[in-house]
C-alpha cells in the first residue's frame, strides 16, 4: 500500500521551476511533520525542507532557502514543494516523509520518489 505518492518531477533547464507534489494516504496525515528528501547521484540522502504538522513552521536546507516553498493543504492530504530558480546541484531523486513522535517512539513513511534533473 502506497502511503506516500510523489509526483511533479521530470527535467528542467537551471534557472527554471518545478512543484513536487505528495499525495498521503492511510494515515493522519494531520499528526504528521511534512519533509522532502533527495538523493543525488553518489552522495547520502538529505534534507530539503520540511514544515510542522500545522504548518505553523517550517524548515529549509541553506542551499534552497529563497528558492523552495513547501506547503501543506490538511484537508487534501497533501504537501507541496515549489522550487524556483533551480540550478543543476538540485538534480536529485526528492523523496516525500512523513513522521510523528509518540511516546512509543517514531513512526514515518516514505515514497518512491521522483526524479528531477536540472540541465541545459
Known amino acids: 500500500q502506497d502511503r506516500l505518492v510523489e509526483s511533479g518531477g521530470g527535467w528542467v533547464q537551471p534557472g527554471g521551476s518545478l512543484r513536487l507534489s505528495c499525495a498521503a494516504s492511510?494515515?493522519?496525515?494531520?499528526?504528521?511533520?511534512m519533509g522532502w528528501f533527495r538523493r543525488a547521484p553518489g552522495k547520502a540522502s538529505d534534507l530539503v525542507a520540511a514544515?510542522?504538522?500545522?504548518?505553523?513552521?517550517?524548515y529549509y536546507t541553506d542551499s534552497v532557502k529563497g528558492r523552495c516553498t513547501i506547503a501543506r493543504d490538511n484537508a487534501k492530504n497533501t504537501v507541496n514543494l515549489q522550487m524556483n530558480s533551480l540550478k543543476p546541484e538540485d538534480t536529485a531523486v526528492y523523496f516525500c516523509?512523513?513522521?510523528?513522535?509518540?511516546?512509543?517512539?517514531?513512526?514515518?513513511?516514505w515514497g518512491q520518489g521522483t526524479q528531477v534533473t536540472v540541465s541545459s
Open positions: 492511510g494515515f493522519n496525515f494531520d499528526l504528521y511533520s
Open positions: 514544515i510542522t504538522s500545522n504548518a505553523d513552521n517550517a
Open positions: 516523509n512523513a513522521e510523528v513522535h509518540y511516546t512509543s517512539g517514531i513512526k514515518n513513511y
